[in-house]
T-cell receptor
Framework: ETGVTQSPTHLIKTRGQQVTLRCSSQ?????VSWYQQALGQGPQFIFQ???????GRGNFPPRFSGLQFPNYSSELNVNALELDDSALYLC????????????????FGAGSRLTVL | AQSVTQPDIHITVSEGASLELRCNYS??????LFWYVQSPGQGLQLLLK??????LVQGIKGFEAEFKRSQSSFNLRKPSVHWSDAAEYFC?????????????FGKGTKLSVKP
């Protein structure tokens, strides 16, 4: 089975620009979560998508938005980039179950490293 | 508020020595508990998880962790460290009943292994 793949691996943007990051889920998974990992910090939950709808969001402003497509792949969009948006963005996929909510195993991609100048 | 604390930012151990990485959490009930490892340029790999039952959990690569409710701790251990274990380790909690993808992570402990 293929794992989670993310693109691009690295990119540089300037303040005020917009960026789109992409994620392909692991085969058989139907849920995608996005995390932001600043340098020297643990990952922080941005949001999760299930059935093409946002299903849970962390403490991130609306300029962070996402999409999930029918094939379960996903995009993370960030508008009006700020210097503090520089981070590693991690995508994780999982198979949603209706029981044991919160207990499903996340499979992470290697991340997209965004630098904002 | 829910939180995870990993008190040690950086630990250095000799190859073959035992290892214990500390994790404390703050949560209103018993959460789901996880340990992940991250090597440079890699994503997070799940080492082990605790959902319920036996409080001593076995994981991959010879790691184990023990859930202690009275101490709100979930420390990771390995009896004999290998040079390939050098990486960053993250403890995380997952909410019961919450968004399934929502994990709260600690800030991580970087493990260095000296020969």
């Amino acid at each position: 089975e293929t794992g989670v793949t993310q693109s691009p691996t690295h990119l540089i943007k300037t303040r005020g620009q917009q960026v789109t990051l992409r994620c392909s889920s692991q085969s058989g998974h139907n849920t995608v979560s996005w995390y932001q990992q600043a340098l020297g910090q643990g990952p922080q939950f941005i949001f999760q998508y299930y059935r093409e709808e946002e299903n849970g969001r962390g403490n991130f402003p609306p300029r962070f938005s996402g999409l999930q497509f029918p094939n379960y792949s996903s995009e993370l969009n960030v508008n009006a980039l700020e210097l503090d948006d520089s981070a590693l963005y991690l995508c994780a996929s999982s198979l949603r179950t209706d029981t044991l909510s919160g207990a499903n195993v996340l499979t992470f991609g290697a991340g997209s490293r965004l630098t904002v100048l | 508020a829910q939180s995870v604390t990993q008190p040690d930012i950086h630990i250095t151990v000799s190859e073959g020595a035992s290892l214990e990485l500390r994790c404390n959490y703050s949560y209103g009930a018993t959460p789901y508990l996880f340990w992940y490892v991250q090597s440079p340029g890699q994503g997070l790999q799940l080492l082990l998880k605790y959902f319920s039952g036996d409080t001593l959990v076995q994981g991959i690569k010879g790691f184990e962790a023990e859930f202690k409710r009275s101490q709100s701790s979930f420390n990771l251990r390995k009896p004999s460290v290998h040079w390939s274990d050098a990486a960053e380790y993250f403890c995380a909690v997952g909410a019961r009943g919450g968004s399934q993808g929502n994990r709260i992570f600690g800030k991580g402990t970087k493990l260095s292994v000296k020969p």
